[in-house]
Nanobody, 116 residues
Framework: QVQLVESGGDSVQAGESLRLSCAVAKTSSIVSIMGWYRQAPGKQRELVATVARGGTTNYADSVKGRFTISRDSAKSTVDLQMNSLKPEDTASYYC??????????WGKGTQVTVSS
């Protein structure tokens, strides 16, 4: 069964940086899309960034220019480098992968808190 292991969440000041990492464990499935979503209290889960097998990336407008997503397909890992963090980036961040067979899988989430 696919397991997603996230790390890197922390509490930081506005303007600082964090790097989130996610490793896909225990799978023989093909991993296509890898990415990160986030959910703030009282809000719906929203896309932050995704990266396809070929390297095509997609970012939410709110993070463009500040966040960078990268993947290592050989290691089945996906990282999110977050720079110039803002208080509105505060949320639980969830790793996401789409697998075949198996479909979409989610991590348990890692908390990012940005104080002003």
């Amino acid at each position: 069964q696919v397991q997603l292991v996230e790390s890197g969440g922390d509490s930081v000041q506005a303007g600082e940086s964090l790097r989130l990492s996610c490793a896909v464990a225990k799978t023989s499935s093909i991993v296509s899309i890898m990415g990160w979503y986030r959910q703030a209290p009282g809000k719906q889960r929203e896309l932050v960034a995704t990266v396809a097998r070929g390297g095509t990336t997609n970012y939410a407008d709110s993070v463009k220019g500040r966040f960078t997503i990268s993947r290592d397909s050989a290691k089945s890992t996906v990282d999110l480098q977050m720079n110039s963090l803002k208080p509105e980036d505060t949320a639980s961040y969830y790793c996401y992968v789409n697998t075949f067979p198996g479909g979409p899988k989610w991590g348990k989430g890692t908390q990012v808190t940005v104080s002003s």
